[in-house]
């Protein structure tokens, strides 16, 4: 098992089974709590390990026969789904709807994310 693998086996291992009483879930909602209030993500979280897929019928000795494929960190998956979840309550809250929220930030699902990120 390769090291994206056996991170992501290890993370889903971890973080599902977790109970409401967890003492590790409560320290995870507490790191998440504190990186929301600070507006921090973790650089790691941004980091991806691109694996290739082969396509069906392919020749496999060319770079066009794979499909590249982006692994991310579970955590911070996790940590972007908390936030698009709680940045969306927000905005319905204050009546404003996905679309005009991605509008005004000129953020559309083409735009490369860096991009964004880098203005």
Do not use: Q
């Not at 789904?81 to 509008?103: A, E, F, P, Y």
């Amino acid at each position: 098992m390769s090291k994206p693998e056996s991170h992501r086996a290890w993370m889903v291992s971890v973080i599902k089974p977790l109970s409401a009483s967890s003492p590790l879930l409560a320290l995870l909602i507490a790191i998440f709590n504190a990186y929301l209030k600070s507006c921090y993500f973790s650089s790691v979280w941004k980091e991806a390990v691109v694996i290739g897929i082969s396509k069906p019928r392919k020749p496999p000795d060319l770079p066009a026969s794979y499909r590249p494929i982006s692994l991310l960190n579970s955590l911070g998956k996790l940590y972007e789904r908390i936030l698009k979840s709680r940045l969306s309550d927000h905005h319905i809250k204050k009546g404003l709807t996905i679309d005009l929220l991605m509008n005004s930030l000129d953020f559309f699902p083409t735009s490369h994310v860096s991009k964004k990120l880098s203005d």
